[in-house]
């Protein structure tokens, strides 16, 4: 083979392997800030692509589209959150201890990953137009865990009957949407028309989980009754 034969090969063979040298992972962070600020409908691929450095073919190469990449990243997000929580579930304590646990659990995984709120109220928005089969069930994997807790619960008498899907929104929803103001309750205070400074997410859980707490004890359903 001659000098420049060998070397078009080896630009061949180099090419060929980059795209197994790109990170997908890196693609995927890229990819939610891009549908964080901008929502399925607006994120570009070639803005996600600059972001990740990477061209747009690498981000083909491993994702085949911008459909399939935005399923990918709620997927992983949801696959993550139901581990977290399921291991709470199968962990040492109460059932109250582990209520606690999971609602500080949800905070911290959110808190982690700032896009997510932001995401799925727009999916929420627009009645979930993006998640197919396969998103949902791992989406479902969040309030079945969360369920599992609170069944529990109910069957060591800890908790009075209740819907665990229920319960699993009246946990979840106030962290999001708390969440997911952030920028909102910033400006607020900029502007010095709510004094939001003191307001710790730290606080917030721990008012939420008082609040879990009240709502699922058998006391409150006693005095409820006898009311």
Known sequence: MTGTGALKLTNQLVFLA?????????????AALEFAARGFAGARVDR??????????????????????????????????????????AGDGTSAQKVDRAI??????????????????????????????????????????????????????????VHPVFAYFSMLAPIVFYLAGTPIRKELSHLHLIDTRSLSLDEFVQQAQESARRSLGRDVHRVRTRG
Do not use: C, W
């Open 18 to 30: 980059r795209p197994a040298r790109v990170s997908p992972d890196g693609i995927l962070a890229a």
């Open 48 to 89: 996600i692509a600059r972001r990740a450095k990477v061209n747009k073919a690498m981000l083909y190469y491993h994702f085949n589209s911008k459909e399939r990449l935005y399923r990918t990243l709620l997927r992983q997000m949801f696959t993550r959150a139901a581990e977290r929580l399921r291991a709470i579930g």
């Open 104 to 161: 500080a659990g949800m905070a911290d995984f959110i808190q982690h990953h700032t896009f997510f709120p932001a995401i799925m109220l727009r999916e929420v928005a627009e009645g979930g137009a993006h998640l197919d089969r396969e998103t949902l069930k791992a989406l479902a994997g969040v309030p079945r865990s969360i369920a599992g807790i609170v069944q529990a619960g109910i069957a060591a008498g800890d908790f009075r009957p």
